[in-house]
């Protein structure tokens, strides 16, 4: 079958989800005919995704947050402000979009959680099958444990994760660990998505900790720390704009811009990680058995949800600062890596399969209706 992918260019993880799935086709014999990215002016798409994903990338003008001066919390009215400002300019985007879908004709369009894929198949409604997947969609599950809501944040999430998902045939909800039956007949609980070089990769147990911080404003968090703790030595990545590749403001501490390879490479070999609450590196991290400590980013509700899944599966803790040592007294304290997460994780090619087939039978039913009728 023919994908296409629509895929939000925020943060890492996203993209190496649509990298991970794009290899789970081409191994089953699908094809993936070409990869919109939301991108805008706080972020670049890194040269990893371009080179790996497999297919044409057409970065597209899409919403994304608005942050603060210190690039640290969310802010959510001024977000929202800024994304209807430049609906005219979406507007453009969802144009692209179908001009590509047209000229693509794809059997399925895949949307990793960007608010234009469920636009786009709102107001154009496209011949192919939509289906969303990301871990944001856990949420439509009874067993998803909602953070603590301050004013709106809950119900901005859900319009939010609606939004993306307006008119899906599936929902495939990411999560750490194989969850019970759900009422939603369109929502299916699916293992993280892995590229294939995280299985390749020889797990050992260095000195260092290893940082990924999605909003630059937490280096100078990290170096504060630093500073106070020159026994502990930290190799952090981000996604700044207009810096050098590598850069050691401490003989203890370097930021390094991100860099798929070396970044695993420093996963399998580092002592644990922390990371501000995603879902991609944290899953990374579990199947690789390191040890965890997520930071929610301030004004982003959804990262204060992952950090409660995060704990919950006892492979990680949750904090609010850069706290490295928290981390080492809880490794200290007796932890144990979960080896489930690997049986889970290798189902995926199973799981694809019996997705296309019923998909498949579907379309052959329909094709038989039409020609009855």
Known sequence: MKFLFIVQGEGRGHMTQAIAFSTLLRKNSHELCGVIVGKSKRRVIPDFFIREVGAKVHPVESPNFVADKTDKRILIGKTILHNLRNTPTFIQSLNQIHQIVCKENPDIILNFYDLLGGF???FFQPRARFWVIGHQYLIGHPEFTFAKSKAFDKECFQVNTWLTAIGAEKKLALSFQNLGDNKDPKLLVVPPLLRSEVKKLEVSSGDLFLAYMVNSGYAEEILAFAKKHPQIKIRAYWDKKDVN????????????????QHFLQDMASCRGLVCTAGFESVCEAMYLGKPVMVIPVKGQYEQACNAIDTA?????IASETFDFLKLEQWIQSGFRSNEEI?????SWPTI??????????????????????
């Open 352 to 373: 694809l399969n019996h997705l296309l087939l019923e998909t498949k039978m579907t379309e052959s039913e329909y094709q038989l209706t039409q020609s009855f009728s």
């Open 245 to 260: 590749e590598t850069e050691f403001p401490l003989p203890n501490l370097s930021l390094h811009r991100v860099h798929d």
């Open 312 to 316: 919950k599966t006892q492979a990680g």
């Open 342 to 346: 690997q049986e889970w994780n290798n």
């Open 120 to 122: 786009y198949n709102f």
